[in-house]
């Protein structure tokens, strides 16, 4: 039996009852071939020990793991998507696999992409093609590896059909990918149960997500603790959205139905990272009006946070509701400065002193077009990489004019983590980034010779910068 102590299944979701989800079955895929398996993930939920006959059995084929779910489920949820609200979506090409504890006592999902159709697939195939699970990993990867809440990519493995895709070449290679995260309840769970007026399995989603996923006993009346739920909710999110900022990274589609309540950036789609500091800048070829630019991306959450509120509407005061979302703004601006310092890789030295860098230094990156994160590698560390910045191939405009104000704000900064300068990365002067032609270039290595690669060297990059800003 590959399964040890540290596999600790858990299927907490049953006790939800019914009504959250449907059980529906996993496809059956000509082929499958191993792409990817993520051990480090694996390993803290104990499944590092199979082998890769194992792991196609489960994360292939799909079989029930031991213990655990003896059937997928596809929940059910609604959700705004571009701010028009859907009570048409759910799980569509994707379900619950699996749940368990891992090392540290969370409860973990897994959940499918690309695993069939379900009730909720509507005219979808419920495939994933490859291209897309393979952008999923690296960004996960690059996501993880900056510091940020991230569903984890656990698996990918190509299973062999042709499919048809109006926004890739087709015909195109197909697979089925599973994440590992925290949760899979979404904003939209609570919109599909306020939509209908369930205010019973309203406040049992309230009491399970306090318990699961903030680890707190639910108290007092049904109104008090969808409150408290609210607020912890805000939390997660607005920090969620300081987390996509500091690492320059736009998601492209922040619908209700992709914003888990667990605070996980996860759910994507066309997502970019910045190659300079753009507000403006879009991931998605089809959001003409910009909804979701990268400077938007606070705002979508807040507008999100406040529909979740409106989900409970029924069993909260509206009053005391708006009461716990004014705080959303603050938490995000304290969020956002702990995330730029954290990427900065410096001391605090309070609030005023703190703003009034990292003002200059958006300007500066803004005004410019500032390779974002040439910039950040550039001064990790504050003062103690004036040299670093003074070999980068951008050391000239260190020196303009008006980089002069930032340049002497950041030298009065020290190092949160000396150890971190002395990492390889940072040794080598190149930057690990993650920019679309990066992207593209090692898919048509994998698309034209199914050569993987530069796919594999790439990863080995991104986990060499992890763990170097780790220290």
């Not at 410019?368 to 951008?394: C, I, L, M, V």
Request: glycine letters at 10%.
């Amino acid at each position: 039996m590959p399964f040890g102590k540290a596999y600790q299944p858990d299927t907490s979701f049953l006790t939800l009852g019914q009504g959250f989800a449907d059980p529906v079955e996993a496809a059956s895929f000509p082929k499958s071939t191993l792409r990817y398996r993520n051990n480090h993930a694996a390993k803290s939920v104990g499944l590092d020990t199979l082998n890769d006959e194992e792991w196609v059995k489960y994360f292939g084929r799909l079989e029930p793991l031991p213990g655990n779910l003896m059937e997928p489920l596809a929940q059910r949820y609604h959700g705004h998507q571009f701010r028009s609200y859907n009570p048409e979506i759910g799980d569509g090409r994707g379900f619950l696999y699996a749940q368990m504890r891992d090392n540290i006592g969370r409860l973990m999902d897994l959940g499918t992409k690309g695993s069939g159709t379900t009730p909720y697939s509507r005219s979808g195939d419920g495939r994933l093609t490859l291209k897309g699970g393979a952008r999923e990993i690296m960004a996960t990867e690059m996501l993880e590896a900056l510091g940020t809440y991230t569903s984890r990519t656990l698996s990918l493995i190509e299973t062999g059909e042709s499919l048809h895709r109006g926004d890739e070449p087709s015909p195109t290679r197909s697979s089925v990918m599973v994440r590992l995260n925290h949760g899979h309840i979404r904003i939209g769970t609570f919109q599909r149960h306020a939509y209908f007026s369930d205010t019973m399995r309203l406040s049992k989603l309230v009491d399970y997500c306090l318990s699961v996923y903030y680890g707190t006993e639910p108290k007092g009346s049904a109104a008090d603790r969808a409150l408290d739920f609210l607020g912890r909710a805000s939390q997660r999110v607005a920090t969620q959205g300081a987390e996509l900022m500091a690492a320059g990274f736009v998601h492209g589609v922040l619908n209700t139905d992709n914003i888990n309540i667990s605070g996980e950036i996860f759910d994507f789609g066309p997502w970019r990272f910045l190659p300079t500091l753009n507000l403006s800048f879009t991931a998605a070829y089809f959001d003409e009006t910009g909804l979701y630019a990268f400077g938007r991306q606070p705002d979508a959450l807040h507008w999100n946070i406040y529909q979740l509120g409106g989900a409970l509407a029924d069993i909260a005061e509206e009053n005391a509701l708006k009461d716990v979302l004014a705080d959303f703004p603050q938490i995000y601006l304290n969020a956002i400065r702990e995330k730029l310092l954290a990427r900065l890789g410096i001391k605090a030295k309070g609030h005023k002193s703190d703003d009034a860098l990292l003002k200059l230094l958006n300007e500066f990156m803004a005004t410019e077009k500032f390779p974002y994160e040439r910039f950040f590698f550039d001064w990790y560390g504050g003062s103690a990489s004036e040299k670093r910045a003074a070999a980068s191939p951008e050391a000239k405009r260190y020196k303009s004019e008006k980089a002069a104000g930032m340049v002497s704000a950041l030298k009065n900064y020290s190092p949160a983590n000396p150890a971190a300068l002395q990492a390889p990365y940072f040794k080598k002067g190149i930057p690990c980034t993650m920019l679309i032609d990066e992207v593209e270039d090692i898919w048509s290595h994998i698309a034209e010779r199914d050569d993987w690669a530069p796919f594999n060297a790439k990863i080995d990059n991104i986990r060499e910068m992890g763990e170097a800003l780790k220290g």
